[in-house]
């Protein structure tokens, strides 16, 4: 700007500031003679005309001036409020805006005045009792309503701000409003609510983080994990916080609960990664692991969980049972004798310790072991038919084999007790009577493996030999 342009400007400038303050202290000296005439309604209007220019304290000196005149007034009272408000004098304002509430109870606009002051200074309790007078006035109000659900919603009390947003979002929406009242349910345990509510913040804004990571919390509490899982999908990893584990570990039992196995597993390794340390989980992880034939990890977290508690039974019991299934029968029988060492009272440690020694042709341990596991189930057979079966027809067998006759049959006659129709067991009872020359028994039992057995199979062709030695059937016809 060239030098004579700059000087007509100030000049310029100065004549209009210099022409402003004239105008105001001409107003000012109106304002006071329109005191003096006791004429206070026009002093009240030319401060008000000084507070919408932003001159507030030259509105508070008119409006002080007319107050001395023991002047009681709503109007008064609120404009000087204002003048303190705006100076941020605070205690001064509120002082006044009580003065005004005092002479109309129902003036809503001098009550948001004073809330929104409360509000402004973190004076939360303050601010939103007085919203809550607002609402009592008028309970459809939406910006009390929407002020008091985010004064609750700031100050964490979510179930109270959960109510409030449900309220306001009933005749209003404002931006950001359903991720609040999303949260806020969410942190309330209303996990319907939250998961509608942020369903619909999604739609103004599909990436927005927190919308995200409440879909995926509030979807995984109502038993939609595939869904829940999806969202946590768009979560990285490294953002998750120690605060995340509670849901997370939730929703993994949960899973596991409704044998949904693998999905158990992707929210456990999620909690891992969060802190790899968190020891709660080790046992759950083993367990699914072992239930997916992933031995390996199962042992190995098997190993971690005792690592913490190392005389816990099943623990140790499990691990003895994944090695079972990696055929690894050392590892088993060692780990087995742990369990039982620890509690003897557990049929399924003594019957696969029975297996792990059969496994190794240990066999006289392995009848060792059955005796044992039959005492134990003592009173309780029906609840392990199975496991008597396989325990009596070994003991059976294995005396079989040894030539003690003798001691066989009552094993294989207890075998098929449980299950009359099993044909080896019943051919070697046959067998058992023929050699102990008890020719009655012998029979029944032979032809009762004529009634089990293929007519081609080798047990059939045993059976029949031997009841046409005994002189009971004639020759067979050659096969054709």
Same mark, same amino acid.
């Given at each position: 700007m060239k030098a004579p342009m700059k000087k007509i400007f100030i000049t310029v400038l100065l004549f209009f500031f210099f022409f402003g303050q004239m105008l105001a202290q001409d107003k000012v000296k109106a304002a006071e003679t329109a005191i003096k005439k006791k004429d206070y309604a026009t002093a009240m209007q030319i401060a008000k005309e000084f507070l919408d220019i932003d001159s507030a304290l030259t509105a508070l000196r008119i409006l002080i001036n007319v107050e001395s005149n023991n002047i009681v007034s709503k109007e008064l009272f609120e404009m000087i409020g204002d003048s303190y408000s705006k100076q941020k004098v605070v205690e001064n304002a509120l002082l006044y805006y009580d003065k005004a509430e005092a002479l109309d109870s129902l003036d809503k606009n001098i *009550?948001?005045?004073?809330?929104?002051?409360?509000?402004?200074? #973190?004076?939360?309790?303050? =601010?939103?009792?007085?919203?809550?007078?607002?609402?009592?006035?008028?309970?459809?109000?939406? *910006?009390?309503?929407?002020?008091t659900a985010n004064i609750f919603y700031l100050a964490k009390m979510y179930p109270d701000a959960a109510l409030f947003f449900d309220k306001y979002l009933i005749y209003e929406q404002l931006n950001g409003s359903y991720l609040k009242a999303a949260k806020s349910n969410l942190e309330s345990k209303n996990y319907q609510k939250a998961y509608d509510y942020a369903n619909l913040a999604s739609e103004k804004d599909k990436s927005e983080k927190e919308v995200v990571k409440i879909m995926a919390v509030a979807a995984a509490w109502l038993g939609k994990y595939d869904e829940s899982l999806s969202y946590y999908a768009k979560i990285e990893d490294s953002t998750l916080s120690k605060n995340d584990i509670r849901d997370l570990v939730n929703a993994g039992r949960n899973c596991k609960a409704t044998k949904k196995d693998s999905l158990a597993l992707i929210y456990f390794g999620k909690v891992l990664i969060i802190d790899s340390t968190y020891k709660d989980v080790y046992w759950d992880i083993a367990i699914l692991n072992y239930t997916l034939a992933n031995y390996d990890t199962a042992i190995q977290f098997f190993d971690k969980f005792l690592a913490e508690k190392p005389n816990f039974e099943p623990a140790i019991r499990f691990k003895a049972f994944a090695y079972l299934q990696k055929?690894?029968?050392?590892?088993?029988?060692?780990?087995?004798?742990?369990?039982?060492?620890?509690?003897?009272?557990?049929?399924?440690?003594?019957?696969?310790? =029975?297996?792990?020694?059969?496994?190794?042709?240990?066999?006289?341990?392995?009848?060792?072991?059955?005796?044992?596991?039959?005492?134990?189930?003592?009173? #309780?057979?029906?609840?392990?038919?199975?496991?008597?079966?396989?325990a009596y027809g070994f003991l059976g067998q294995t005396a079989?084999? *040894?030539?003690?006759?003798?001691?066989?049959?009552?094993?294989?006659?207890?075998?098929?007790?449980?299950?009359?129709?099993?044909?080896?067991?019943?051919?070697?009872? =046959?067998?058992?009577?023929?050699?102990? #020359?008890?020719?009655?028994? =012998?029979?029944?039992?032979?032809?009762?493996?004529?009634?089990?057995?293929?007519?081609?199979?080798?047990?059939?062709?045993?059976?029949?030999?031997?009841?046409?030695?005994m002189g009971e059937l004639p020759a067979k016809p050659p096969r054709k």
């Open positions: *009550k948001f005045k004073t809330a929104e002051l409360l509000y402004k200074e #973190k004076r939360y309790t303050d =601010a939103v009792n007085k919203y809550l007078i607002i609402l009592s006035i008028d309970s459809t109000n939406t *910006k009390a309503l929407y002020n055929k690894d029968y050392n590892k088993t029988r060692e780990f087995l004798l742990e369990a039982i060492a620890l509690n003897d009272t557990l049929v399924d440690s003594y019957f696969w310790l =029975a297996q792990s020694y059969k496994a190794v042709d240990s066999l006289g341990r392995s009848a060792e072991v059955m005796e044992k596991m039959i005492t134990i189930i003592e009173g #309780k057979e029906n609840l392990y038919r199975d496991k008597l079966l396989d079989y084999e *040894k030539k003690n006759y003798g001691k066989a049959i009552p094993y294989f006659i207890k075998a098929l007790s449980y299950k009359s129709d099993n044909l080896p067991f019943t051919l070697m009872l =046959a067998n058992c009577y023929s050699i102990l #020359k008890d020719t009655e028994n =012998a029979k029944k039992y032979y032809y009762k493996v004529l009634s089990l057995a293929s007519d081609r199979s080798q047990e059939y062709e045993n059976a029949y030999k031997s009841l046409r030695a």
